[in-house]
């Protein structure tokens, strides 16, 4: 549909003889002054103006944007396209099938369920480095990852079938960052409209919190939750308010020994420091251009570890170089260039937009860094990182924790605190930068020279982010010494930093389990958080690639790497770290010489195909899916069962319990953990019950697809504390259903008040929430029965992943938490004026009533954390999918 276009911006742009419509932003008034990220959400208000869900005046209030209020309009954005991964990306699917089957069951066109935007989805999730340390390690992981996922792979392929615009980037081709950044994001999209070309900005939401990598592109895009995602690929606009954006000033530049894994952790910890939980943030200053894009990359896939919505990098030189090199079009580079100078939103290193806040960092102060244990924004530097590590493990340490004797590769070892389970080359973050991964390889020659060798009960991993990686390693003969070192190719997937690490070794998994000893890792990603990595590992470290290499060779963290002899070279001299770390000049002088076009057009000519194993999957056809009550992979879920065509009355809160009362900094994977599925869970039983073995468990990531085993893992991460049953570590809760309220799992608890007809509230500290886009989080939460959960302070994605599951995101009043109003967790809770939300009101709070055991009232006002118009009408149909659902149906 063409835009009203009230403010006359509809222009025509000429690119090597091709002509373009476009929407020029020198048309509204006072958008000068606008940061670039704004810019860009202000073309897609004029490019979309319908005058019903974008109005004249949605267009004015975001070109007068005033900088120091905060956010309180709301304007309706749209996405030019959807990208997946398979983890979240599975359930996106099979709620669109279950959609389809519900429009049937209402009387509606199955076809309406249908993706309007361009949906890409990347296979990156669900190989699992079980094997490592050999040259078949690749082989062998693949082997099992196919024969793990076989129903999930078939399900996807139908899915590619059945729905218009729908893509499957099959597995082992990369992880979807990299992939979005080398090969998908357009930059600038472009599409036949009423008869015409249309150029426009390249948006994209995403279903993995990391989507902002893709921000060091100048392509501003976020992560959202599979729900939200679902709204966007249907044609919904994802609803927000005008953001505040902060201006971060980059000057001077890096430090010979720093490298962009540091730079990040620093920008990590400031703007964490800073507080940008739901704001833009924006790189400007003559520091950029010193950045190059891999780094920007870089530092916008750490946008989530910080907060911020998004943290972009405008267009320029090193974006158009980029796409050069990684085998874009050329007509594609020509048309973002002109576009980008038409527009304006070419970067000027001199510009000083408006910003809301400001902050700025040398360059020059950065310094080699790692983080941990537990939060990527713990940043410490290298030079303290044992003494730092020393102050800390006394927190992981138990009085029983020993020192282990074992034999590993026909040598006597002894474990210690400290002994590094895990070395891990993964995730996005760092593999899709040629830069650090380059200099993990020189060090590993440097090293092999020196006759160092890692550890023997070390489990190390290289899990390239994109064939590219492997390619330019092996050309530049620096895969064999990354090899010799125990660094083989274990896939080309997420692994380790999604909890995808695979069994450690079994003399250090006894060293964890019998001994107490505290095990920890040290991994290349952009997460750490407790329980995510491994279940036998309590400390975890983010650190370059190089840095991930020399560890393996010391294999303790409890060491000073920067003072200590990593070994003795075969004359009995002592090896530093200093000795063997490579220059800025050797780095580049490989980068320049084997990083070529060529090797970016090979890996992606064919990057929807898929090899000879995915090719011959057999595949289900049909408009509908047809689901298997045997399948423990894919089953249909009950969002839509007995849904009406008009949704009913929403109502106040009453007769609940308390199914948690946790503290702060409770992350998504404290809530829906993706790892390991463990014998005697709830979800462990259920498998077992169905047949499936102890080996095939898989992941709790891969069967997303299965609500049965996912409600029964929500709250079961082996690190959560929940403070009703104090003593515990895990999924454990205290049944009042029952007499003296005993412990017992969350799940069986839930099920009980469910029997009982009890609602459930969760009790919550600060940060609730934080972490991945992890729509299972909200989605087991509301299956588990909980009806609102209060809480200090959320992260974005999760509260909104609340209100697209029904559940209300309620916050404590102002400096107040569960121990400050003496809540126990053994309250009955009331909470009134719920209802008022159908008279079309928002009110501001909700009056909460909490009655003790003894008969103690507790009474106060809790913020209702449903922030804007649309978001109320997603409450009041009982969720996002709902909504969308009757919307299509009547459309």
Aim: glycine share 8%.
């Amino acid at each position: 549909m063409a835009s009203l276009d009230s403010f006359k911006a509809k222009s025509s742009l000429d690119v090597d003889g091709k002509k373009y419509d476009y929407y020029r932003l020198d048309a509204v008034k006072g958008q000068v002054r606008l940061p670039y990220s704004l810019k860009v959400l202000l073309e897609n208000l004029l490019r979309l103006e319908d005058g019903k869900n974008i109005s004249a005046d949605d267009i004015s209030a975001l070109a007068n944007w005033d900088s120091q209020a905060q956010p309180s309009h709301e304007i309706q954005f749209t996405p030019a396209r959807v990208v997946m991964q398979d983890f979240t990306g599975v359930p996106c699917v099979v709620d669109l099938a279950a959609m389809r089957d519900a429009m049937q069951e209402l009387g509606g066109d199955v076809k309406k369920i249908n993706p309007l935007s361009p949906a890409e989805l990347v296979i990156d999730h669900s190989v699992v480095a079980d094997a490592f340390g050999t040259e078949q390690a690749l082989a062998i992981n693949t082997k099992l990852e196919y024969q793990r996922n076989k129903e999930r792979y078939q399900f996807l392929r139908w899915g590619q079938g059945a729905f218009d615009n729908f893509k499957v980037v099959p597995p082992g081709t990369g992880i979807i960052h990299q992939v979005n950044i080398e090969h998908l994001a357009r930059v600038v999209f472009s599409k036949e409209t009423d008869g015409s070309l249309l150029a426009y900005p390249d948006t994209c939401v995403g279903t993995d919190s990391h989507t902002t990598m893709v921000n060091g592109l100048g392509v501003v895009g976020w992560g959202v939750g599979g729900i939200e995602a679902e709204a966007a690929m249907l044609g919904q606009p994802v609803s927000m308010l005008i953001p505040r954006v902060v201006g971060f000033k980059l000057t001077g530049k890096l430090p010979a020994a720093a490298t962009a894994t540091d730079l990040v952790l620093t920008i990590t910890e400031k703007l964490r420091e800073h507080g940008v939980v739901g704001k833009f943030v924006e790189f400007y200053g003559p520091g950029v251009s010193e950045v190059p894009l891999a780094n920007r990359a870089t530092i916008g896939n750490m946008s989530p570890e910080y907060g911020s919505t998004i943290a972009v990098f405008p267009i320029d030189q090193a974006t158009i170089d980029y796409m050069r090199l990684t085998g874009r079009d050329e007509h594609q580079i020509n048309l973002v260039e002109a576009y980008a100078k038409a527009q304006g939103i070419w970067f000027d290193p001199n510009a000083e937009p408006d910003y809301s806040e400001y902050l700025e960092l040398d360059l020059a102060d950065v310094h080699p860094s790692i983080a941990g244990p537990k939060r990527p924004q713990d940043r410490i530097a290298l030079s303290q990182a044992a003494e730092t590590f020393e102050e800390t493990v006394g927190d992981y340490a138990t009085q029983n924790s020993r020192a282990y004797e074992a034999t590993i590769d026909g040598e006597n070892v002894t474990l210690t605190n400290g002994t590094v389970g895990v070395a891990a080359i993964t995730s996005c973050t760092n593999t899709s930068n040629p830069s650090v991964m380059v200099a993990a390889g020189l060090l590993a020659r440097n090293a092999v020279a020196k006759g160092l060798t890692r550890k023997p009960w070390v489990k190390t991993t290289l899990a390239p982010g994109s064939q590219v990686v492997t390619d330019y390693l092996e050309d530049s003969g620096l895969l064999e010494p990354l090899e010799e070192l125990g660094f083989d190719v274990v896939g080309y997937g997420c692994t380790t930093c999604i909890g995808n690490s695979g069994p450690l070794i079994d003399e250090v998994s006894k060293a964890a389990n019998e001994s107490d000893v505290v095990i920890t890792s040290v991994l290349s990603g952009n997460r750490n958080f407790e329980g995510r990595i491994n279940p036998d590992v309590k400390m975890n470290y983010l650190a370059s690639p190089p840095l991930v290499v020399a560890y393996a060779l010391v294999g303790n963290m409890d060491f000073d790497i920067t003072t200590q002899p990593l070994g003795k070279d075969p004359k009995g001299n002592d090896v530093m770290l200093s000795d063997i770390w490579p220059s800025p000049q050797q780095i580049d002088e490989v980068v320049g010489k084997y990083i070529n076009t060529k090797m970016y057009q090979d890996s992606y000519e064919n990057v929807f195909a898929g090899d000879e194993r995915w090719q011959s999957l057999p595949t289900p056809t049909g408009d509908s899916f047809e689901w298997d009550d045997a399948s423990t992979y894919v089953r249909k879920p009950p969002y839509f069962e007995q849904m009406p065509a008009k949704p009913q009355p929403v109502s106040d809160i009453s007769g609940a319990r308390v199914l948690l009362k946790l503290g702060d900094s409770v992350t998504t994977d404290h809530i829906s953990p993706a790892g390991a599925i463990k014998q005697d869970s709830p979800a462990g039983k259920y498998l077992l019950e169905h047949g499936v073995e102890r080996k095939d468990f898989n992941s709790y990531g891969s069967r997303r697809g299965n609500h049965e085993v996912m409600i029964r893992g929500t709250f079961a991460n082996i690190r959560l504390r929940n403070q009703l049953a104090p003593g515990t570590e895990g999924g454990f809760t205290r049944d009042f259903t029952r007499k003296d309220a005993p412990v017992t799992t969350v799940y069986e608890a839930a099920m009980n008040y469910s029997a009982h007809n009890k609602p459930l509230v969760v009790l919550a500290g600060k940060e609730y929430g934080s972490g991945s886009s992890r729509d299972w989080a909200a989605k087991g939460t509301m299956l588990l029965g909980v009806k609102a959960v209060l809480a200090v302070s959320y992260e974005r994605i999760h509260r909104s992943n609340l209100i697209g599951m029904g559940v209300l995101p309620l916050q404590f009043p102002e400096g107040q938490n569960a121990d400050s109003l003496g809540l126990s967790g053994e309250e009955i809770f009331e909470i009134t004026g719920v209802s008022k939300l159908n008279s079309g009101q928002t009110p501001e709070t909700v009056r909460v009533s909490a009655t003790s055991p003894e008969g103690a009232v507790t009474e106060f006002d809790a913020k209702l954390r449903i922030d804007t118009p649309a978001e109320r009408e997603y409450y009041l149909n009982g969720g996002i999918m709902q909504y969308v659902l009757r919307s299509l149906l009547n459309k």
